[in-house]
């Protein structure tokens, strides 16, 4: 048996002792496949490891430490695995104490819903002992920090919710010097000083408590410009009336503060997803800060996909669900400080919110911490957008690129729907029966959407707005609408806007990469493909094509091939000979048919 542990210095033990994990980085592998506990795509562990500045040997520096990991682990126990998903650990015989924390707390909530407090106590007190200091000791990887702070808030919440349970058992004084510790860590945690005041008062110190409430309003009064909030105010005259003093527990079926549900009404004809839906739950559902994000396409579904979960999930999110646009769409995304003050209004109403951002980041983080809520930051713009409206609860964040910066989210990528997908949610807005009619007809249609549930979802529409129209009639008007630009119809053109919004944010080379690159009727290009029409270097050519896969406007199929889907291309067409000319596009195919016309000549060559 070999038992990984993460709640301190990072450490992989087997009756034998210690196995040698390695340098800082090599052990942040072994970290974040345990964390993650799911395979990670290569370029997540660049991105975990390194950050947005990784080195130009990152990919095979990865796979030195996953060779090495592999010769000391024993397969038997734990065996690193690569596929084509990405880096996995996979666990036949193994411990993690990450693991036993969260499943020790699960059991605390429950012996504390069924009123065994004893237990409750219990279970905790052997979730703290598992720790051993600083989580993730050792381990310097761009990933470690938030991971850290997601991992010590989880502690936190739990040494809160053991003080609640052994207060309950009458063993207050016990715990008087362990609160006072506590509170010295974090002097301005509210609940923290209740406790401790509460503990102090049961313990006959009842003027040490009342100094306790003294320094904590001295300090939020100087720090932020607030006041303790009611709980606490109460608390304070009951303890200079010399009333009895009981205070409600801490936990997630308590919330201190008002639960707001701003969720949006969740589709109905929500279509396909599962995987995606599967993923989302097991992120969301662990306990303490889970971040999770979304990126696509715009009209891909990511808004949809989060509320959907949101809606889903709700059960374990009794105090609330927060859901706030970024409008990264619109070309004038909020502003940190706005996004805050939503924020602080949000979930405390009448709170008295501060004027900077840094002092507006640590109310909001003091009021969200140890919450079971989930926030949906919808359309985020940039990783700096993002950063400071981070709490230590569930988190969604959705963007049309990943934000690389924020490290300790697990993104996810929505490709397109499956034809049948597709076909589903045809049907689902324009009726079954007119898609079991004409099977063919509406295949070439979803054909045509690429599996874009916003462009299936406009197909759908007009052929619901046209009764007395046949599948094969819109199939043959949309066809129309993409060739003939002067005259597209408005439909299209709201298929077009996402694509036109992402084109926008690109480099000017990249975006005349994309346009020239769709010129050819064939939907695959090769780096040299596009080096002949474009004239670029190849390096510059390859950097551009990656660019497009980023921005999904293109799929990698190979080491150095890429996919147009058919309407991205249709899309890039139009736009090359709006934007490029008739000139320069007939030079770029001219250019690839030279390219070509060469490449035979040397092969003849080679041959005689």
């Not at 780096?527 to 551009?544: C, K, Q």
Request: proline share 6%; hydrophobic share 45%.
């Amino acid at each position: 048996m070999v038992r990984f542990t993460l709640l301190g210095p990072v450490r992989a033990v087997t009756d034998a002792g210690d196995l040698t994990l390695g340098s800082p980085q090599q052990r942040g592998l072994l970290s974040l496949l345990l964390l993650r506990n799911t395979p990670v795509p290569i370029e997540d562990v660049v991105d975990a490891l390194w950050g947005a500045e990784p080195p130009p040997s990152a990919h095979s520096t990865v796979r030195t430490y996953a060779a090495r990991l592999r010769q000391v682990l024993p397969a038997a126990e734990a065996e690193l695995r690569r596929s084509a998903s990405g880096y996995s650990l996979v666990r036949h015989r193994a411990e993690v104490d990450a693991d036993e924390f969260d499943l020790l707390v699960r059991r605390a909530r429950v012996a504390r819903r069924s009123g065994d407090m004893t237990e409750t106590a219990a279970a905790l007190r052997r979730a703290l002992d598992l720790w051993a200091g600083p989580a993730l000791g050792g381990v310097h990887a761009e990933f470690a920090a938030a991971q850290r702070t997601r991992l010590e808030e989880s502690y936190r919440t739990a040494r809160e919710q053991w003080f609640d349970a052994e207060l309950a058992l009458g063993r207050h004084e016990a715990i008087c010097a362990d609160l006072g510790a506590a509170v010295a860590e974090r002097p301005m945690d509210a609940r923290l000083t209740e406790l401790w005041m509460t503990a102090l008062h049961r313990s006959g110190r009842t003027v040490e408590a009342l100094e306790a409430f003294r320094r904590l309003r001295t300090r939020l009064h100087q720090e932020l410009g607030i006041e303790p909030g009611p709980e606490l105010q109460r608390l304070h005259q009951r303890l200079l009336r010399g009333d009895e003093v009981v205070v409600p527990p801490t936990g997630p079926d308590e919330p201190r503060s008002v639960r707001p549900d701003q969720t949006p009404p969740d589709i109905q004809d929500f279509t396909g997803r599962r995987a995606e839906v599967d993923r989302l739950r097991h992120i969301l559902t662990r306990d303490g800060a889970a971040l999770a994000g979304i990126t696509g396409l715009g009209g891909s579904g990511k808004s949809t996909l989060a509320v959907h979960v949101a809606h889903l999930f709700a059960e374990h999110f009794p105090d609330g669900r927060v859901h706030l646009d970024l409008g990264a769409r619109t070309g004038r995304p909020m502003g940190v400080h706005e996004a805050l003050g939503s924020l602080l209004r949000t979930v405390r109403p009448g709170v008295s919110v501060p004027d900077t951002v840094a002092e507006r980041s640590a109310l909001w983080r003091t009021i969200a911490s140890g919450r079971r809520m989930l926030v949906v930051l919808d359309d985020a713009d940039s990783s700096a957008q993002v950063e400071p409206l981070l709490p230590a609860c569930a988190v969604i964040v959705t963007a049309t690129r990943r934000l690389l910066r924020l490290s300790a989210v697990s993104w996810l990528r929505l490709g397109p729907l499956s034809d049948d997908e597709s076909l589903n949610l045809l049907g689902e807005i324009a009726g079954h029966h007119r898609i079991a009619v004409e099977p063919d007809p509406a295949s070439e249609l979803v054909a045509a959407c690429s599996g874009h549930p916003l462009s299936v979802r406009v197909a759908a529409a007009r052929l619901l707005d046209r009764p007395m129209w046949t599948v094969e009639r819109i199939v043959a008007q949309l066809d129309e609408d993409f060739r003939e630009p002067v005259v597209m119809h408005e439909d299209c053109k709201i298929v077009d806007e996402p694509m036109r919004r992402a084109e926008g944010r690109l480099d000017a080379v990249v975006a005349t990469v994309f346009r020239l690159g769709a010129l050819l009727v064939t939907p695959v290009r090769g780096v040299d493909d596009v080096t002949a029409m474009t004239g670029l270097p190849r390096a510059e050519a390859h950097a551009a094509l990656e660019d497009l896969v980023d921005a999904d406007l293109l799929q990698a199929v190979g080491a150095e091939t890429y996919r147009y889907s058919p309407l991205v291309q249709a899309f890039a067409r139009r736009r090359a000979q709006q934007v490029e000319g008739p000139d320069r596009c007939r030079a770029a195919l001219a250019g690839l048919v030279g390219a070509h016309r060469d490449h035979r000549s040397e092969a003849s060559r080679a041959l005689v």
